[in-house]
């Protein structure tokens, strides 16, 4: 399983399959003839000198001449820290060129007009923890389901320490130690149909009971529509805090 993850991996690099798996090898038998690295790496008959050749010209192996030839992995170290230069050189550049690109067409017409959709359950709590962590003032939650799990839960405790005023309205029948020890404020809500998060009353992010799990939600920055949604929700804060009181 490790063996298999770590040939992903590699190929993430622009290897090819067999030429992860014959770095691979050698990163394991040490120096060796191609017969030895064909049977480790389980290698065709007919590529192996190719990819051998490949990956010395990508600086993943060197040769000894001689009869047999034999084979070295070049220290993963070495050969992985050029890689990660490389790849962050070329991220860089990437960021250097686009962003202005980027600036200039958004400016053109207005994010804050559009509903956006994000799909996927990892996309939906990386958005969710990225409009938490850029949270300066406030964050507020209707429905505990988009926020129980332990990445959300520990950006929130995260801004509260930072002082940003956190308020969760919600059923929170099961997962009340959770919000208590995030330290979060929170008031019984039963009827969280609709789930949202607000945070500093400029984003939303919107998602709905119905999914048996959350894999879409709508993201919304227009001021008219926020300012619904915070109203909604301070609403029912009030009544049910004044409930609580009483």
């Not at 290897?15 to 065709?44: C, D």
């Not at 509903?115 to 964050?139: C, D, F, Q, Y």
């Amino acid at each position: 399983m490790i063996e298999e993850r770590l040939s992903d991996n590699l190929r993430l690099l622009n290897l090819t399959e067999y030429e992860s798996k014959t770095y691979l090898a050698l990163v394991n038998t040490g120096i060796s003839t191609v017969k030895e690295i064909r049977e480790f790496a389980g290698i065709p008959y007919s590529r192996e000198y190719d990819i051998l050749e490949s990956l010395e010209k990508k600086g993943y192996v060197v040769v000894q001449p001689g009869r047999p030839k034999l084979y070295r992995a070049v220290h993963p170290r070495e050969v992985l820290s050029k890689e990660l230069d490389v790849r962050a050189n070329v991220i860089e550049e990437l960021i250097n060129i686009l962003t202005p690109i980027y600036e200039t067409s958004t400016k053109q017409s207005s994010f804050e007009e559009f509903i956006w959709m994000v799909k996927g359950t990892e996309n939906i709590k990386n958005k969710l923890t990225e409009m938490i962590g850029s949270a300066r003032e406030e964050i507020l939650v209707l429905g505990v389901r988009p926020i129980i799990e332990k990445s959300i839960i520990v950006a929130l405790s995260k801004a509260k320490r930072k002082g940003v005023k956190v308020r969760v309205l919600g059923r929170v029948k099961g997962v009340e130690h959770i919000l208590k020890e995030a330290g979060l404020k929170y008031l019984k809500f039963e009827h969280d149909h609709s789930r949202f998060i607000l945070v500093d009353r400029k984003e939303l992010i919107l998602t709905s009971e119905e999914q048996a799990s959350v894999n879409c939600a709508l993201y919304n920055k227009n001021p008219g529509c926020i300012k619904l949604y915070v109203n909604y929700f301070m609403h029912i804060w009030s009544d049910i805090e004044q409930d609580v009181l009483d």
